[in-house]
């Protein structure tokens, strides 16, 4: 995300319509790269598990967060959990899981619309919580965790695999993601981590 925001005023400058799409394609590069590499990586059972805060890994989802939902027209809102807040995970494949459910949420949003993310505590877990305005999961769409699922509207862009590694990412971790949907308003993706404690050692 980081190597985003040398660039955030070239496109200001560059004109509304052109620097909004070079905006867009670079946040979308970026998206497919991290999804084909966590998806190498599992493959090839890479993973490398550790004890992380989840305080700053989403302050750094939420600043591309933040240029993708404005190129959008969308508002971007992001609730920060305290920094005692820890799961064992692979920081790299929880970054991109979550980073593909945002992308899917800044996607389907109605323009105009709210994505919201969250952390909390959820007893012995942690649920991390991306919160769109796509107007509900109808029937029809399906298994959206499905690869190269066709839920993808008038925004064709993406191969359907998003979920299916997003999922498969966490479940490395000893978590998983299920959907609450919220017919005629939107649906919320929550991650479910296991609660590591500040003192945990992983190896």
Not at 95 to 100: D, G, H, I, Y
Request: include cysteine; glycine fraction near 10%.
């Amino acid at each position: 995300a980081k190597t985003l925001f040398p660039y955030t005023t070239l496109f200001r400058s560059i004109n509304g319509s052109t620097g909004a799409i070079l905006g867009r394609s670079l946040v979308s590069l970026r998206q497919l790269v991290e999804s084909t590499l966590a998806d190498v990586r599992m493959e090839a059972s890479h993973q490398q598990v550790q004890r992380i805060s989840l305080s700053p890994l989403l302050r750094h989802l939420s600043e591309a967060g933040h240029l993708d939902a404005a190129h959008r027209g969308l508002r971007f809102l992001c609730e920060l959990p305290p920094a005692e807040l820890f799961v064992n995970a692979d920081p790299q494949l929880l970054e991109s899981a979550v980073n593909n459910l945002l992308s899917n949420a800044f996607k389907y949003t109605r323009p105009g619309g709210t994505v919201v993310m969250r952390a909390r505590r959820d007893a012995a877990n942690v649920a991390i919580e991306v919160e769109d305005e796509c107007g509900g999961i109808s029937p029809a769409d399906g298994d959206l965790f499905k690869a190269f699922g066709d839920r993808r509207g008038h925004d064709r862009t993406g191969l359907g695999l998003g979920l299916s590694i997003a999922r498969k990412a966490v479940r490395t971790s000893g978590g998983d993601i299920r959907i609450r949907n919220q017919p005629g308003q939107g649906c919320i993706f929550v991650v479910e981590l296991p609660l590591a404690s500040e003192t945990a050692h992983v190896t």
